[in-house]
Every structure is written in structure tokens, then in C-alpha cells.
């Protein structure tokens, strides 16, 4: 089954611009969605299949995905950006949905 | 607007169940697949359980299989979680989830807590 790893912790300062990678094997062949919660708040979706962005998510959200790792990229790190992201696939061997473990962003 | 709204969640005692409901509005229910998603405190987010729109396919994360059960209303647009044989470890904010064409998790509730405690 599917196993994807998030470092636990990015950091960046105000204005630069944040990488959260989410790795697995394979999941370059699969769909990757990114989930955000901010403190104290239900999640949200920031991006879906791989790149898409939900309507109201600005353009500085960015992610690709190839090989054995997705990446979220986010420019222009403002506060309100500061946030746990999850990466999140279906597991279709297993019929399962697979989180990863989550990236808490700090903005400096 | 889409709207999701758990309720059901309380405080209950190791073997016992309970039963969560989710309330969908907003959107044609019988074209989404939904979701149950938990986090327990301080935690990442788990899965649950899936529910295809047209209720013919149900899927279980391992750690619940066999003790809680998804069902979806079509007349009451409400899915609901059976939660049986509860344990400590079953313990977190229980969400449900409007899933978006193509498996994304894109309208989440706030959420109903389940606290198991003897």
C-alpha cells in the first residue's frame, strides 16, 4: 500500500517562497491533492489533481508532481499562509484514500 | 453554497457505539462520493470510510473495518457513521467530506467529536 512523507516542518520568511514535498513510490502515475488547516479550522482544499487550484486559491499556489514525489509551492509567503498541508492520493490496489502525515508551515 | 454538517458526535464508554450524521446541502447529493475523515488531538488527519455516489461501493480504512458502517439517505441527503465496538484509540473530531470529480476532498464540516472514556 501507499505510503507518502511530508517533513513535519517548513519554515520560511515573509515574501519567500515555501516547498513542501510529499514523497511515495510511484505517486508520479497517480493523482495528488493538497489539503490546508489553519489553526483551530476544518480543512480546505488548495490544490487538486496534481495542479489544479480550487476556485479562490491564488495563483501563488502552485504544485506539480513527478517520480516518486508531488510538491506544493507556495510564492510570496504571506502570514495567512501559515498552516498544516496534507498531501492526500487514492490508493486504487487497496481502495483506499492515503494522507500524508502533514507540513506545518511557519512563517517566520 | 455547499454545506456540510456533522452532528452525533458526545462522550461514550469503551464497546460501546454511536452514530454520526452528516447533513449535505448545497449540492446534488447523489452525484458526490462522500467521505468520514477523523483527526485526533494534535494529530494528522486519518481516514475513515468512502461511500460512492450511487452507494455501491464502500471502503474502510483497516483500523475500523467490520466495527463502523457508512449509509447515505438520498431523501434526507445525510450520510451517516455507524460506530461500533469503540475504543480509546477511536477518539478525535470525526469529519465528513463532499468528494470532487476525480477523488479530491474539497468540502469539509467542521466536524462532530467523539470521545471515548470509562
Known amino acids: 500500500s501507499i505510503v507518502l512523507t511530508q517533513p513535519p516542518s517548513v519554515s520560511v520568511a515573509p515574501g519567500e517562497t515555501a516547498r513542501i514535498t510529499c514523497g511515495g513510490n510511484?505517486?508520479?502515475?497517480?493523482?495528488v491533492h493538497w489539503n490546508r488547516q489553519k489553526a483551530g479550522q476544518a480543512p480546505g482544499l488548495v490544490i487538486y489533481?496534481?495542479?489544479d487550484r480550487p476556485s479562490g486559491i491564488p495563483e501563488r499556489f502552485f504544485a506539480y508532481n513527478s517520480g516518486n514525489t508531488a510538491t506544493l509551492t507556495i510564492s510570496r509567503v504571506e502570514a495567512g499562509d501559515e498552516a498544516d498541508y496534507f498531501c492526500?492520493?487514492?490508493?486504487?490496489?487497496?481502495?483506499?484514500?492515503?494522507f500524508g502525515g502533514g507540513t506545518k508551515l511557519t512563517v517566520l | 453554497q455547499v454545506q456540510v454538517v456533522e452532528s452525533g458526535g458526545g462522550v461514550v464508554q469503551p464497546g460501546r457505539s454511536l452514530r454520526l450524521s452528516c447533513a449535505a446541502s448545497?449540492?446534488?447529493?447523489?452525484?458526490?462520493?462522500m467521505d468520514w475523515v477523523r483527526q485526533a488531538p494534535g494529530k494528522g488527519l486519518e481516514w475513515v470510510a468512502f461511500?460512492?455516489?450511487?452507494?455501491?461501493?464502500?471502503y474502510y480504512a483497516d483500523s475500523v473495518k467490520g466495527r463502523f458502517t457508512i449509509s447515505r439517505d438520498y431523501y434526507k441527503n445525510t450520510v451517516y457513521l455507524q460506530l461500533n465496538s469503540l475504543t480509546f484509540e477511536d477518539s478525535a473530531l470525526y469529519y465528513c467530506?463532499?468528494?470532487?470529480?476525480?477523488?479530491?476532498?474539497?468540502?469539509w464540516g467542521q466536524g462532530t467529536l467523539v470521545t471515548v472514556s470509562s
Open positions: 510511484s505517486i508520479g502515475t497517480i493523482n
Open positions: 461511500m460512492s455516489s450511487d452507494g455501491n461501493s464502500k
Open positions: 492526500q492520493v487514492w490508493d486504487s490496489i487497496s481502495d483506499h484514500r492515503v
Open positions: 467530506v463532499k468528494n470532487r470529480e476525480g477523488g479530491s476532498l474539497e468540502s
Open positions: 448545497g449540492f446534488t447529493f447523489y452525484t458526490f462520493d
Open positions: 489533481n496534481n495542479h
